[in-house]
Structure formats: C-alpha cells, structure tokens
C-alpha cells in the first residue's frame, strides 16, 4: 500500500517512471475512487443545502446580489448589466421552486437517495468525460508516429484524475472553482506527460496530441452557440 | 469451451485484452456464447435500469408538477423565452419523461433492454463486418459477431441499480464499448489498429445515421 501511495505521488510529480508503472486496473480504480471521493464530497454538500432549505433560498439572495455588484466592475453597458442580474436572480428563484416540490418519497429520505444517485453517478460522469478524450489523444499520438499501446494509454493517462483528490477541499472550503482550475491544470500537465512517456513523444508533439481533442470540442461549442444566436 | 472460460474473458475484454478476442474468435460455437453472453448481460441490465428508473421516480418531483413551476415563473427576456421555447417543445418533455418513467413503465426496461443489446449487436457487427471486408479484412461473419458480441461486455459497468435513466453512465459505457469494437474487428479480421478503427467509425457512423433516419420518419410519420 505505501508503495501504491509512494508511486501515485511521484506520478503526480509527472515523473516519467512512475506514469509507466501503472497497470490498467490499478490506475481505472484509482480513478474510479478518486471520482467516487469528488462525487461523495458533492453529495453530502448537496444533501446539507436541500435540508436546510432556508439557508439555501438565504444563499441564493446573497449570490444574486453579488452577482449584481460583480457586473458593476464589468465593461458591459448598464441596461445588460440589469438585464444579466435580473436574469440570474430569476433562474435561482426558479431552481429553489423546482427543489421545492414535492416528490414520492418526500423529506429527508429522498434528499438521502438523490444525495447517494448523484454520489454515483459521479465517477460515471468522469468517465464520460475522460475516456473518449483520452481515447482521441491515443488516435493522435499513434497519428504523429507514437508506439504505446492503448492500454499503457489508458494506465498512464488515468492517473490525470490524481490531483483531484483536492476537489472535496475546495467543496468544503468554499473555493471550489479555484480548487478545480488547478486540479483540472495539474490533470492536463499529467496527461500530456503521460502522452510523452508512452508513446515516445517529444514534447511538442505529445502536447499537440494532449490538447487537440479540448480546443475541437471547445470550437464545436462555440460553433453551435454562435449558430444558435445567428438562427434566433 | 464452457461457460467459466467465457465469463474469464470478459474482465480481459474490459482492461482491453486483445488476446481476449483470439480466444472468443477460436470458440466453436463463438456465435451462440456471444448471443448468450449479451442476453444474460442485457436482462441483468435491464433489471438494474428498471430499479435505478424506480428509485428515481421517487426521488424526483412529477413532469406535471414541473411545467406548472414553469408556467409561472415570471421571469425577464431571454430567460422567460427560453422558457417559453422549453414549454412548447414537446419532445423535451417527452425526453422528461423517459428520464423518469413511472414504476410501471420502467419495467419496461425488463424486456427491451436484452432485445436492443441484441439487435445492435447484429446491426452494428453486420455492417463492422461489411465494412472490415471492404478494407481487407478475412474474417467470417460468425468471427465477427463473436468477437463484437464479447465487446458488448463494458455495458456491465451499468450493472448499478441506482443509476437515473439518461445519465452520463450510458455515455461511458458506449465510448469503452466502441473502442472494445474496435479491438474485436481487429482480432476478427487480423486488421491493423487503423483500418480496424476505421471499419468500426464506418460501422458506427452508419448505425448512427440509420437510427436518426428512423427517429426521423417516426417523427414525421406521426
């Protein structure tokens, strides 16, 4: 076990011998824990605000009213400011009447179930999103002449979802989108290391390969939104 | 050739085992294991799918309940029309719908989760072998179907029963089951890595399009 936990922590620390150690199913049940862990943490922090239901209506005036004065500091013209917080305010109000009703089992014990659903459905959803991205990164690095097999890919590769053993912290101290920009950084550092190490890959090519998948997915996005408000 | 010697292949064939493939490809009766293989997966599933779809019908509040909260809310432009747009397209809230059927409905899954592993089985290995063919594969279709039919064995991370129906679960699981296709139509065909990726995007892509036609004509027919 301290070996296991001595390797896990080189690795993070992108060192090239570690990152090669990992077997498959170590390091997918490394990653299914790690998300397993995330997924616990968010939870239990969703279970405590639907219990407390007036806390949480409390909290959701207090964040419209930050947004509010957020967007004073912004360059956007006024009447979008009062247009954008007016906005928000009346979709937290519509997410608290949603949370508001009733449902079958009623109190406490649905608040327990739904906690545990999306407790579970949290490695799921790591997956979903690791393995496809991982996959192209694969097709990629094999594309610019790497030779590591798809299952050291996938060991090596699995071992990005490391750092985020973090992500309970930031949940619980309240600093969750800063926890999760670095934990999601230190990830991407670890798979493009992992690129490199497996496939052979010098540095530029294994980055190329790491980061293609993202900024394609990210200009589909931007494709369909921009397509969406042209045909609006 | 028994069934423990089967069932020893399907971890194999989730750590993404090639091997594992050579071994079901080599089988006599490779067809009828995999037939069998993915209908004892596929009621397996389907009773998990129906006590997830359960247990999260009653956790969640009713569709009827959900469009009066949205029917109500007063809300600014954009917001009330996108609001508005979310009230009139009734296939959101058919999709609501399927994402909490009622416990009677969910046993639904008991029946037509097995046929529709089954059925994109022989779709989706028909046309892996169609296209595996074309790109120079030697494999026999009996090889292939054993081989996809053993690929289907990443359905089983659903084996939860509580997970919610239209969940990132099913995304999961068909990202690692099309790459196990992959190494299935390489195995059957004695391919390399590329064109055995490329007869299963072909294989894919076809099935895909072929369903979307099909949701189409529905659509229109009704």
Redesign the interface.
Known sequence: MGDVLATAWRAARLDADALRRWGLAPALALFLAVSLLGGVADGLTWAQARLQRGQLTLARERLAARVDNWLLYSPLPLDAQHTLARNIAAWLDLEGDLEGLPTPLGGGAAVAVAALQRAVVAPYRALALWLPYTLAVFALARAFGGRGSLREMLAAGALSALPHLLDPLGVLLGIAPLVGMVTAGWGAAILVKATRVVHGLEAGPALIAAVTPGLAALALALLAVGLALWLR | MSTPTLVALVPRAL???GDAYLEMKKRPRALEDGAAFLLALGAALGLALACGAI????????IA??QR??AH???????SRWLAAVRRWDWLLSALRWARPAPLMSLAYLVVTPLTLLGGWLAFGALAHGAAHLLGGQGSLRETLGCTALAGAPWA?LL?P???PL???G??AG??VL?AQA?AVRAAHALD??RA?WATAAAALALALALALGALVAGVGR
């Open positions: 750590l993404f085992d247990v999260t019908w009653v956790t969640s509040p009713g309940d959900v909260v949205l809310t007063a809300a600014p432009w954009p917001l991370v939860l509580l997970l919610p969940n990132p679960a995304l999961a990202a690692w790459a190494q890595g590329w990726f």
